[in-house]
């Protein structure tokens, strides 16, 4: 019995692990690769997660949809409109600095949260959309957590991999060219405003993927589960510490900053219990405390990034 | 009809000063120190608070106490720029953004802590507003309330003051200098350390007294500030960064704007903008801007 419930809560916490991996990955290819702050993760996340709700669950009234297709549908679903409203924002900041964009983006995080809350024809508000399905229960029943676990961790293996792909190719080196010296990048004739765009749509279909997977394992979602501090703020965290520009340092700080977080759950329960919000804003206290200890003490991060070299390392 | 328009529109003044006195301190730390600060709205947030303690604990006037809130937000700020800030100054700009993103969080999750979740007022109950002008703009006249006025006359007083102090003292043109070009002004031997000190000074107690008037206006929340960050950056935007005067004029526009958004014409008929959307006016304004013209109105101008 005990057994079993550690190896229950050993999949909630990896699947956990996996889709903040992935909302890492994506903003890697953003931050890492290219320099470009995204705030708003949230934004993305959260359109992820309503597309592939809207296509994938059975007919309803309660929202828009109810396509009843099935879950890899809803998932490239999720990835296009999460790219198409990277597509629209990046088109407007890509070119400014980088400051305009943090900005911006906060800016269309804000706005499709309050789209969520208020266009109830569409997203049912703030009671969310109950009932999204999760891929695969019924194909070995009793075990579904457990193999939506290996569906996550698929994902991940291939965005991973894709990712790391397209930072060793080509791509991936003119994106690092504009993000150390772009003045130089354009005189190498490389359409800097292209390269910015593609990287940003690509990280943020990747953060729809992530908001996809996250909505077939809980099931159920409402605008309260895309907090910023959820859904942007500790991505950052994750990436900051596992180290920006490294995908393995992507997925290393998922996991690291995940297990502090559910450590200080854990941690606050111990307070009395007329403290349970203010238990709350503690965590948020420590895990903010714990990013700036990250930037001053150890700025880029557990595995910091490693460009490949062409040239042969001179002899000692 | 005009009286709903001037209604909203003095309405949207007094939201507008709000928001100028925000942006103004957004304007002359991006400038001065090149980050956007996402910090600011937070830092609002702690001043009205402080502000409140010293109100409602030691029983003093609110016109005693707001000090304390500008008071207040300066030390936050200035205990934040010594914990995080001034270790990061050798990184690039970016890594300081990142560090107020975290800032915001860590002053948020301690007002949560200290004061609670839950909603405060300053003064329990609702002010009646007094009715005036109904012989000039025709019936029913305008109204306003008395805490309206007093923001009013606080935010007057406050930009005045900037004004003189950027204006005529060595540290306000040492400050000008610096936003309108870093490195020529550390070439002229400007104390760069005294600078940001002072804008900090500046920045943060305007933040704490807009936080106060904020709190005045509607109610005190944890999050109050954060939710008027988006609005503040839009002003600073519109108005240029580095530009005081440019986030005072950005204010009033997106204030005024923001409440005009939900004029009703005909007067029965829905809102222009759903009031629940009243945050993506400023929002689309900005956007607009960057689109049109991302150095702000006042880009060309040196002030």
């Known amino acids: 019995m005990e057994l ?20 890492a990955l994506g903003l890697n290819s953003q931050w890492g690769y290219t320099g470009m702050l995204n705030l708003g993760i949230a934004a993305f996340f959260a359109v992820g997660a309503y597309t592939t709700a809207i296509v994938t669950t059975a007919p309803t009234d309660l929202h828009a949809g109810g396509l009843d297709l099935p879950f890899p549908i809803g998932m490239a679903a999720a990835m296009v409109t999460s790219g198409l409203l990277a597509l629209g924002i990046g088109l407007i900041t890509v070119n400014l600095r980088a400051d305009y964009l943090a900005i911006a983006s906060i800016g269309i995080a804000e706005i499709v949260r309050l789209v969520l809350k208020n266009a109830t ?40 991999l894709a990712s790391e792909r397209a930072y060793r190719a080509p791509w991936g080196r003119v994106l690092r060219a504009i993000r150390e010296r772009e003045p130089a990048a354009r005189a190498m004739g490389k359409n800097a405003t292209l390269f910015r765009l593609q990287a940003f749509v690509f990280g943020a279909s ?29 991505v950052w965290v994750m990436l900051i510490v596992g180290g ?28 009395p219990e007329n403290m349970v919000t203010q238990a709350a804003a503690l965590r948020t206290l420590l895990i903010g405390l714990f990013l700036q200890a990250v930037l001053i003490l150890r700025p880029r991060g557990i595995l910091p990034e490693r460009p490949p070299t062409e040239v042969a390392p001179p002899a000692k | 009809m005009l009286v709903d328009i001037l209604q909203l529109t003095l309405y949207g003044i007094v939201l507008g000063s709000i928001i100028a006195l925000g942006a103004i301190g957004v304007s002359l730390t991006f400038g001065i120190l090149g980050f956007a600060n996402f910090s600011h709205g937070d830092l609002m947030t702690s001043g009205a608070y402080i502000a409140f303690t010293v109100y409602t604990l030691l029983a003093l006037p609110l016109w005693l106490a707001f000090p304390a809130g500008m008071l207040g937000a300066m030390a936050v700020a200035l205990a934040i720029d010594w914990a995080f800030y001034s270790r990061l100054r050798r990184s690039k700009g970016l890594i300081l953004l990142i560090s107020s993103f975290g800032a915001a969080l860590i002053i948020r999750s301690l007002v949560q802590i200290v004061w609670g979740p839950d909603n405060q007022v300053y003064e329990p109950g609702i002010q009646m507003a007094v009715r005036f002008g109904e012989d000039i703009v025709g019936s029913p006249g305008l109204r306003i309330k008395p805490d309206q006025v007093r923001i009013l006359i606080g935010a007057a007083v406050l930009v005045s003051a900037v004004h003189v102090f950027l204006r005529y003292t060595r540290m306000g043109k040492a400050m000008r200098a610096m936003a309108d070009n870093p490195d020529l002004a550390r ?117």
């Open chain 1, 4 to 23: 079993a419930g550690l190896i229950s809560y050993l999949i909630f916490f990896l699947t956990f692990v996996g889709i903040y991996g992935l909302l």
């Open chain 1, 121 to 160: 024809e569409v997203t049912n508000g703030v009671r969310g959309l109950p009932s999204i399905p999760r891929p695969l229960t019924d194909l070995w029943p009793g075990y579904g957590e457990a193999l939506y676990l290996l569906i996550v961790l698929l994902l991940v293996v291939v965005v991973y």
């Open chain 1, 206 to 234: 990747i953060m729809g993927l992530g908001g996809a997977a996250y909505a077939h394992f809980v099931g159920f979602i409402s605008p309260e589960a895309f907090d910023p501090l959820f859904a942007t703020f500790l």
């Open chain 1, 244 to 271: 920006s520009g490294n995908n393995r340092g992507a997925l290393i700080g998922a996991a690291v900053v995940w297990l502090i977080w559910t450590l200080t759950e854990t941690a606050v329960q111990q307070l």
């Open chain 2, 187 to 303: 070439l002229t031997g400007i104390d760069t350390k005294r600078v940001i000190v002072w804008t900090w000074v500046i920045g943060a107690g305007l933040a704490g007294a807009a936080g106060v008037f904020l709190g005045l206006d509607t109610r005190l929340h944890p999050d109050m500030g954060w939710f008027i960050l988006l609005p503040i950056f839009a002003a600073t935007i519109l108005g240029g960064i580095g530009r005081p005067y440019g986030a005072i004029a950005g204010g009033l526009v997106i204030g005024i704007a923001q409440e005009l958004s939900t004029l009703q014409i005909p007067p029965d008929y829905e809102p222009l903008v759903n009031p629940a959307y009243k945050p993506a006016v400023a929002f689309a304004i900005m956007v607009l801007m960057l689109i049109l013209r991302p150095t702000g109105l006042f880009s060309g101008r040196s002030t």
